[in-house]
């Protein structure tokens, strides 16, 4: 099997990459490290990429492709290349709409072209749905916010988001916008044409290999400020915010059951769940973190909670379990 993996040095396409190595697969990454760009020197991804006689790196623009789709045809596309920032998509509208959405559209063009009978997945978000997350009443606890069991909010199940959460009608960002753009097209290409798309609308990934930055990557950003000594900034809700965190290898592994047994156009919210979830004030204790500041304004749009409900990916494939615990991810993280 020949794999595609775009964002090849970033933390879902380093995780993917040695993923399919590892099983035998010959792998073809594409990325310009262009985290760097977006995020500054300390989030470059160059020290992700690997030497390996399967593989073979292509350090250049997604939207410049054609020629690999052409030449290689590959048996899986996993689109993982992204702005992936709500606060640099609101200073670079046009940059963050040409990556996410209009080379997410080129991407699945050129599969229609040149492998149609390729598996493509595209790594979507939970901003998709925006801020309508945020509509739900929360129950505040010393250290986090939680949606109560027996909440009768239609489309939160007591597990966490489904796939059921309308997307109009709330603040996205342009990052949410140019994602849920990518999402439809690869929705589309499979309704319309025929692709076996998979979309995954992740919560927070996590990993050892994250280039945590401000901007993006809030564990591994915390983390890192832990090991330098540096000054974490909480904005908003308290510090009582809380996101599910899965780790990338559980990611790709789910991914893989895709590859494996693909449902076209099929859409999966993907994420640590319930059982592995963390607000800040809890990552400050798990860390022992004293260096921090509070200002009061949340990020625009940011989620106050937001834990994925998986029911719907872990009934279509059985046989996937997460592997990761929320004290093994610190662990990872912490190395
Ligand atoms: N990490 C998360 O918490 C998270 C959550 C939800 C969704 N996602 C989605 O998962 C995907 C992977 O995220 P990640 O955490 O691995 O991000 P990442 O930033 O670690 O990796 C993305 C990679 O894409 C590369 N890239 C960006 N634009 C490029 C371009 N034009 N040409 C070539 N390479 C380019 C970057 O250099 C980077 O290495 C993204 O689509 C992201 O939106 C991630």
Redo the contacts with the bound molecule.
Sequence with gaps: MKALV??????????AVRYYLNNACEVIG?????????FGED?S?AK?KIDHGNYRHF?????KIEGLFENEKPDVII??????SHDYSAQNPLLDF???AY?TLMLLEMARKHTPAAVFI??????VYGDRPNEFDFQEFDTRYSIPRQSKAVTASTLGFNESLSIDFTTHSP?GVS?LA?DLYAQEYARYFGLKTGI???????GA???GAEL???LSYMVKCKKENKLYTVYGYKGKQVRDQLH?SDLVRAIDCFVRNPKPGEVYNMGGGRQCNVSILEAFDMLKMKKWEYVGTPRKGDHKWYISDTKKFENDFPEWKRRYTLYSIFGDLMG
């Excluded at 350090?59 to 939207?63: L, W």
């Excluded at 689109?79 to 992936?84: G, N, S, V």
């Excluded at 995954?200 to 996590?206: A, M």
């Design positions: 775009t964002g090849a040095l970033g933390l879902v396409g380093s995780e594409v990325d310009n490290d262009m985290r760097k760009h977006f989030a991804v992700n350090g250049v623009d997604i939207s689109h993982a290349a992204a702005q992936p040409g990556i996410n080379s595209y790594l979507s978000t939970n901003k990052f994602k990518g995954f609308r992740c919560g927070c990934i996590t290999r994250h280039a993006h990557g809030f990338a």
